[in-house]
């Protein structure tokens, strides 16, 4: 650390303690391991513009490489911010289990942890995705697979440029890779069929479908069940019952921050096993950006 203003030097990665004021907690194992990840994929920002020499004497478009290699640094903030969210998010379980305050801020950042958790995979399913076009031999073979994307040209602000992490996206990968027959490209699209697999962010995944397309039940005892109030009744009839006091039972703050954190860790795993494998997938692709060991 240094006490120099920012404004008066160049900073390449930061992972934050606590997103709020305040003196915050230390990081624990598991949050050095996560933080070391995020500054390793933060830290290849500077590396960006020196890799992008290489792609214009490979007969790459204009920042095809720097696009790569620069949205690496992207996602290395956002898993270091899902970090700060979950540790922000143990603290207000240790509130008072009467507190208001505990349901409402544990679960909502609960869900911030998994907005970067999730946008970050995209991230890493669209990394991928450029990362294949650096090789020759796939890049018709991407097209062809894509045609909406009109080849993903770098920087492309398209819709149809860009896509989620999903199975569909993963199977035309994993064909593509397998067509080119380059075995650093197999694997590094069977990252993304792991993580798009794995049970820890298909939960997550499944929990932000309902909150962000259908309906967010409230996080109080207060709250309105999400669910049809009316019950039939053998001689068809139906029946509601209308009382003072709800009857809906809220979600369990601590279990969607466990189910949050769990995310966290696959995707962690994902992106540590992505970086291994880079330097040599884009060697095997015919561009050697970086050494390999």
Not at 26 to 38: H, K, L, M, Q, W
Not at 49 to 76: Q, T
Not at 117 to 126: E, I
Request: with cysteine; proline share 7%.
């Amino acid at each position: 650390m240094t006490d120099e203003p920012a404004s008066e030097r160049t900073v390449a990665s930061a992972v934050l303690h606590t997103l709020f004021a305040g003196e915050p907690t230390p990081f624990d194992e598991r949050d050095n391991v996560i933080a070391a990840t995020s500054q390793r994929w933060q830290q290849m920002g500077p590396k960006a513009k020196f890799s992008e020499g290489h792609g214009p004497i490979n007969g790459l478009p204009d920042g095809r490489v720097l696009e790569v290699v620069g949205h690496m640094a992207a996602l290395g903030e956002q898993l270091g911010l899902a970090l700060t969210c979950s540790r922000d998010a143990h603290r207000w379980l240790t509130e008072k289990a009467t507190s208001i305050g505990r349901p409402l801020g544990a679960r909502a950042l609960a869900e911030m942890t998994g907005y970067y958790v999730l946008s970050a995979s995209h991230g890493l399913a669209n990394i991928t995705l450029r990362a294949l076009l650096i090789g020759k031999p796939i890049r018709p073979l991407v097209d062809a697979a894509f045609p909406a994307a009109k080849g993903f040209p770098p920087f492309s602000e398209e819709r149809d440029a860009w896509k989620s992490l999903s199975p569909f996206v993963v199977t035309k990968l994993s064909d593509v890779a397998d067509q080119a027959g380059v075995p650093a490209a197999v694997d590094l699209v069977a990252v993304l069929s792991t993580l798009s697999g794995d049970s820890r962010w298909k939960a997550l995944d499944a929990r932000r479908g309902v909150d962000f397309h259908r309906w967010r039940p409230q996080s109080i005892t207060g709250g309105v069940a999400a669910k049809n109030p009316w019950t039939a009744q053998p001689d068809g009839s139906r029946t509601m019952s209308v009382g003072m006091l709800s009857d809906y039972v809220p979600p369990e703050p601590g279990l969607l921050v466990a189910e949050a954190d769990d995310a966290l860790d696959a995707l962690h795993e994902a992106m540590t096993v992505w970086a291994d494998q880079f330097p040599t997938a884009t060697r095997d692709l015919g561009v050697a950006l970086f050494k390999t060991t």
